[in-house]
């Protein structure tokens, strides 16, 4: 779904990346904030729910996979990311609170910016007088996030508040080889582990390089093997 296509959406050319689903996402440690999220998306219930972690843990994926599965069960979701939102007027959001689910990723962008701050506390309030959902994201628990108003600090924790943890090396080999196995191919394991070595370690960055390898080996009817990996890797330096 593309902001600005439907009446009340964001003018913003937003989209929900195809690849961002509950069933692509691997979870490990972190099973019990996705389930959390997932019966949010899919039936409602918590009026807030945050989740928090640095980059790379998969916030944005999965707000987007709540838009969808909130969307797929007739409950009208919408994806707000504040990286963006902040450039625009705050009044866009003003009716959003008949959204069944919102969903502010980055929220601690709006730190310092009281306007914005202001609408995103209104819409929380309405949303919930109306028995929506808001759920947000950031890089640190509410509280820890700095120039923010204390109403809205304490309207972020009012849910379940849930620290997003790392993958570990093995989690990030197993990830990948579900990864490689939904696109229709095998990743052996000295191939996976060669590119936690050579790539960037996060799981976008990584990947993305997967994917990137993917369509490479079918242009070259060539296996993922670590000899073909590394030559491809090579040329890129």
């Given at each position: 779904?593309?902001?600005?296509n439907a009446?009340g959406?964001?003018?913003?050319p937003?989209s929900?990346?195809?690849?961002a689903?509950?069933?692509?996402f691997?979870?490990?440690s972190?099973?019990?904030?996705?389930?959390?999220?997932?019966t949010l998306a899919?039936?409602?219930?918590?009026?807030?729910l945050?989740?928090?972690?640095?980059?790379?843990?998969g916030?944005?994926h999965l707000l987007?996979?709540a838009c969808?599965l909130?969307?797929v069960?007739?409950?009208r979701?919408?994806?707000l990311?504040?990286?963006?939102?902040?450039?625009l007027?705050?009044?866009v959001v003003?009716?959003?609170?008949s959204y069944?689910?919102?969903c502010?990723?980055?929220v601690?962008?709006?730190?310092?910016?009281?306007?914005?701050?202001?609408?995103?506390?209104?819409?929380?309030d309405?949303?919930?007088?109306?028995?929506g959902s808001f759920?947000?994201t950031?890089?640190?628990?509410?509280a820890?996030?700095?120039?923010?108003?204390?109403?809205?600090t304490s309207?972020?924790?009012?849910?379940?508040?849930?620290q997003?943890?790392?993958l570990?090396?093995e989690?990030k080999?197993?990830?990948?080889?579900?990864?490689?196995?939904?696109r229709?191919?095998e990743l052996?394991d000295?191939?996976?582990?060669?590119l936690?070595k050579?790539q960037?370690?996060?799981m976008?960055s990584?990947c993305s390089?997967l994917?990137?390898l993917?369509i490479a080996?079918?242009a070259a009817q060539r296996?993922l093997?670590l000899?073909?990996?590394?030559?491809l890797?090579?040329?890129?330096?």
């Open positions: 779904m593309t902001a600005g009446a959406q964001l003018p913003l937003i929900l990346d195809q690849g689903t509950f069933g692509n691997y979870a490990a972190n099973q019990t904030g996705v389930e959390a999220l997932v899919r039936r409602g219930g918590e009026r807030a945050f989740l928090w972690g640095g980059d790379g843990r916030k944005s987007q996979a969808r909130a969307n069960n007739s409950r979701a919408i994806y990311p504040m990286g963006q939102a902040v450039l007027d705050p009044q003003e009716n959003l609170d069944a689910l919102v502010v990723d980055d601690q962008r709006a730190a310092g910016i009281e306007p914005w701050q202001q609408a995103l506390l209104t819409l929380f309405a949303l919930s007088a109306r028995g759920v947000a950031a890089r640190t628990a509410p820890a996030i700095k120039r923010l108003l204390p109403d809205l309207r972020l924790a009012w849910g379940p508040v849930f997003l943890a790392p570990t090396d989690e080999i197993i990830a990948l080889k579900q990864r490689a196995s939904r229709g191919f052996p000295d191939t996976a582990q060669f936690l050579r960037q370690r996060d976008h990584l390089t994917d990137a993917d080996s079918l296996k093997t000899p073909f990996v590394k030559s890797l090579d040329k890129r330096v």
